[in-house]
Nanobody, 124 residues
Framework: QVQLVESGGGLVQAEGSLRLSCAFSGRTFSNYAMGWFRQAPGKGREFVATISRSGLSIYYQDSVKGRFTISRDNAKNTAYLQILSLKPEDTGVYYC?????????????????WGQGTQVTVST
């Protein structure tokens, strides 16, 4: 079975930066497109960014373009989310997800496997 473990979250001040990691195990990582989602307190889970299994195709939610960068290292079985200039509204639990297809997807229902999440808290 596939297992995903996020790390790298924490408490940071506004305008700070974080790099979140998602370690993949159990299957062949390069066969899976990956996504990042987040859930703010009291709100539903929303799409953030996604990347194809080759790493050549990437798509972002409009609100994070220019600040967030999704990437993957297939040799390390790891996906990343680099976040710059954090804002209080970025606060929430960040989840990585995997789907056994070449193409990326913005839809939660298209992802087969999910990590436990990592908390990001941005203070003013």
């Amino acid at each position: 079975q596939v297992q995903l473990v996020e790390s790298g979250g924490g408490l940071v001040q506004a305008e700070g930066s974080l790099r979140l990691s998602c370690a993949f195990s159990g299957r062949t990582f390069s066969n899976y497109a990956m996504g990042w989602f987040r859930q703010a307190p009291g709100k539903g889970r929303e799409f953030v960014a996604t990347i194809s299994r080759s790493g050549l195709s990437i798509y972002y939610q409009d609100s994070v373009k220019g600040r967030f960068t999704i990437s993957r290292d297939n040799a390390k079985n790891t996906a990343y989310l680099q976040i710059l200039s954090l804002k209080p509204e970025d606060t929430g639990v960040y989840y990585c997800a995997a789907r056994g297809r070449a193409d990326y997807s913005v839809f939660l229902s298209d992802y087969e496997y999910w990590g436990q999440g990592t908390q990001v808290t941005v203070s003013t």
